[in-house]
């Protein structure tokens, strides 16, 4: 964090929330179930909100991440918002913006799999989403 | 207010929709050309660099320092 806000950590890229880095909205709870307020982590990494919490998710090609994944995966994932791209998964949660996402084209979302292939695989275990 | 931002985000689309539409007839017309300067590895790479730098925005993925 700095004087002018969260500053984006380019050694630590895309690995999603950081397993060492606690967060906890439990305090929050009714505030967040009344509807009006969600509450994010410093960094933005971790939210809460209606849905329950949610941790970006590690998307570097180590085993953590999205090592293993297919190309099909990752635009199953996009374009429908299922976890790890496959059937019988559950949604991915907000904020996560795979329904703006979604509208890139196949050769766009097949670069961006490409490049995300190319990035250091960063071993981070990124917590399950909590329920509030 | 509601009305006047719908109306706004409308025009856009429409401009937008136009603005493309026109853009794509030089390159139907220079389809040859298009075919063949396939994109290489790298250049798709490189377009995936710059996709996920405009869509990582200032929020989640990475974490701050
Ligand atoms: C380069 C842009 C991005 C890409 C390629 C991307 C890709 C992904 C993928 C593939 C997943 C699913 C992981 C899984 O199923 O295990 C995911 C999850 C997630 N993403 Fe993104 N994301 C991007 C940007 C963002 C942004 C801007 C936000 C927040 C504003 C975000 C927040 C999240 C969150 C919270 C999750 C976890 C959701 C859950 O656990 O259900 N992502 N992302």
């Given at each position: ?21 606690p ?60 976890s ?49 | ?11 856009l ?50 974490p701050?320092?």
């Open positions: 964090m700095t004087p002018q806000g969260p500053v984006l950590d380019m050694a630590r890229r895309f690995m999603g929330h950081p397993a060492d880095e967060f906890s909205a439990a305090d929050k709870k009714e505030l967040i179930q009344s509807q009006f307020v969600a509450v994010f982590s410093p960094g933005m990494t971790a939210a809460a909100g209606p849905w329950g919490v949610s941790f970006a998710a590690n998307i570097t090609p180590d085993d953590t991440g999205i090592g293993a994944w297919t190309e099909a995966q990752f635009i199953k994932a996009i374009r429908e918002g299922k790890k791209g496959m059937e019988g998964t559950r949604p991915i949660l907000p904020p996560m913006p795979w329904p703006s996402y979604k509208n890139m084209t196949d050769e766009d979302l097949k670069a961006l799999f490409a490049y995300l292939k190319t990035i250091k695989p960063i071993n981070n275990t990124v917590p399950k989403p909590q329920s509030l | 207010m509601f009305k006047n931002t719908f109306l706004t985000a409308s025009v689309t429409v401009g937008l929709f136009a603005l493309t539409n026109c853009n794509q007839q030089p390159a139907a017309d220079n389809q040859t050309t298009a075919e063949a300067s396939a994109p290489s590895d790298a250049d798709i790479v490189k377009r995936g660099e710059y996709l996920s730098n405009i869509l990582v925005a200032t929020t989640a993925t990475h701050k320092r």
